[in-house]
């Protein structure tokens, strides 16, 4: 699964992954692992006094993701879900982020939908073919935005027929196979939540060997759990939506975390130029069109890191008013750090008020 290069990365680690995984030895418990991941890299640290290697495990998650929801094989669930033409099979991965998709969908009025694949590949940022490369034909904007929404698809028990109103994920029953109803040319892109989600599991491997303390990225995306090797709470830097002329990025902020997650979104790295106007990544499941939002990134803080990612590509695409008024009204499940541009196009920061005492710098 590949995604715009994001705006987060923990302050541990120091210089770029190789074309080889590598490790590196903190002190004498914590130790890390990197590698090369769903079109992006890893990077994971943590405390084992066994001195345990999870490399081999956490590749094999990091391939039965790939295989269950990336877009860019022919071969994965998703991928022979979207080329089905009345009903599919998925597996226990793409379940578990379909339900989530399903209730931030709703949570946020349809501002997060991962049933926007046929519009992300008109603009050229998905998988499938770009099928515009000249003017923008509203037209077929429009025919494509017949079979955007989650109301197009139902989550069903292939055994006993049954359609599925809402089942939250501990209700899911493994022993159950599920599938989904859906209107032919509809087609999921799950790329906004899959690497929260990847997060999420590794996570969950490392709990299952009673692991503690540790720090997991995927692409940006971060979990954090105990304290590091010096027996602080983890720190994780936020980028400013801009880079130098050399392409160098600095920190906006450095957020201190405890036991929670953290998930970044942001327009400025990833566009497109049709009919010579520059086009965000960030698509519209409403309009069918690129966002125009002041907004440049957003980054939330939540339990888990799934639900951190889906509401930061949701955030970029409601805006900053929006999102800020979203935040206020539910400050006791997630947090939020939004970055945007005022009238004069100057920077200006929003930050969640149950977050402002994380703040270890304020940068600008």
Not at 57 to 76: A, F
Not at 178 to 198: E, H, V
Not at 263 to 269: K, L, M
């Amino acid at each position: 699964m590949k995604k715009p290069l994001p705006f987060l990365f923990a302050l541990i680690f120091i210089g770029s992954c190789g074309e080889n995984a590598h490790k590196k030895t903190l002190d004498s418990s914590y130790q890390m692992i990197e590698g090369l991941a769903q079109g992006t890299s890893y990077h994971i640290t943590y405390s084992d006094e066994m001195k345990r290697d999870f490399q081999l495990s956490v590749d094999s998650i990091i391939k039965v993701i790939d295989l269950s929801m990336s877009t860019y094989l022919g071969n994965s669930r998703v991928s022979l879900c979207n080329n089905s033409e009345s009903k599919c099979i998925v597996d226990i991965h793409m379940l578990k982020v379909f339900w989530k998709s399903y209730e931030v969908f709703y949570l946020t009025d349809g501002e997060f939908d991962p049933t926007v694949k046929p519009l992300i590949d008109f603009w050229g940022f998905g998988a499938g073919k770009i099928t515009s490369h000249g003017a923008i034909d509203s037209s077929l904007v429009d025919s494509l935005l017949k079979y955007v929404g989650l109301e197009h698809l139902k989550l069903y028990n292939t055994e006993s027929g049954a359609v599925i109103e809402y089942m939250s994920a501990r209700d899911f029953d493994q022993s159950i196979s599920y599938g989904l109803l859906k209107d032919g040319p509809t087609q999921l892109d799950f790329n906004a939540i899959a690497q929260g989600y990847t997060v999420d599991v590794i996570c969950e491997l490392l709990e299952s060997k009673g692991v503690l303390n540790y720090l997991v990225e995927v692409g940006g995306e971060v979990r954090v759990k105990g304290k590091n090797g010096k027996g602080n709470y983890w720190k994780v830097g936020v980028d400013k939506p801009i880079e130098d002329n050399r392409g160098r990025r600095s920190l906006q902020a450095v957020l201190t975390l405890e036991n929670k997650s953290i998930a970044t979104s942001g327009n400025y790295r990833k566009f497109n130029i049709k009919d010579r106007i520059k086009y965000s990544h960030t698509i519209s499941a409403k309009t069918g069109y690129p966002v125009t939002q002041q907004i440049l990134s957003a980054t939330v803080i939540a339990d888990d890191c799934m639900t951190a990612d889906a509401f930061a590509t949701a955030f970029m695409v409601m805006g900053h008013k929006k999102a800020i008024n979203y935040l206020q009204e539910h400050k006791t499940e997630i947090q939020g750090y939004l970055i945007y541009s005022d009238d004069k196009g100057d920077f200006v920061s929003y930050i969640s008020r149950e977050l402002e005492d994380n703040i270890d710098e304020q940068l600008n």
